[in-house]
Nanobody, 127 residues
Framework: QVQLVESGGGSAQAGGSLRLRCAAS????????MAWFRQAPGKEREGVAA????????YLADSVRGRFTISRDNVLNTMNLEMNNLKPEDTAMYYC????????????????????WGKGTPVTISS
């Protein structure tokens, strides 16, 4: 089993920045995809960003590309999401997920490819 714990959520004003972190522990695979999803009230869950163990071009949703940056530390088994130029529409619960699957800018497994999920951290952006 893999445990995922998110941190760093909170409130910010539009145009501001926040950093989310996900820490993985337990029986983490050697190579696996780590991803961020979000779900706003009344909306479907949306994939935001994903990054694989080995260096490649990470996946970023069109809605966040150019504003969000994803990174990971394979030694510490952590993943960060740097969120800049935040918008009110970024308000959502953000979930960390991991899956024994490949992911990249051109290979997005979606939530069906994730095996483990964190409990989420809330992000609220005010205008």
């Amino acid at each position: 089993q893999v445990q995922l714990v998110e941190s760093g959520g909170g409130s910010a004003q539009a145009g501001g920045s926040l950093r989310l972190r996900c820490a993985a522990s337990g029986s983490t695979p050697i190579n696996y995809c780590m991803a961020w999803f979000r779900q706003a009230p009344g909306k479907e869950r949306e994939g935001v960003a994903a990054i694989y163990t080995r260096s490649n071009v990470p996946y970023l949703a069109d809605s966040v590309r150019g504003r969000f940056t994803i990174s990971r530390d394979n030694v510490l088994n952590t993943m960060n999401l740097e969120m800049n130029n935040l918008k009110p529409e970024d308000t959502a619960m953000y979930y960390c997920a991991a899956g024994r699957t490949y992911c990249s800018a051109t290979s997005w497994p979606g939530d069906g490819g994730m095996d483990y999920w964190g409990k989420g951290t809330p992000v609220t952006i005010s205008s």
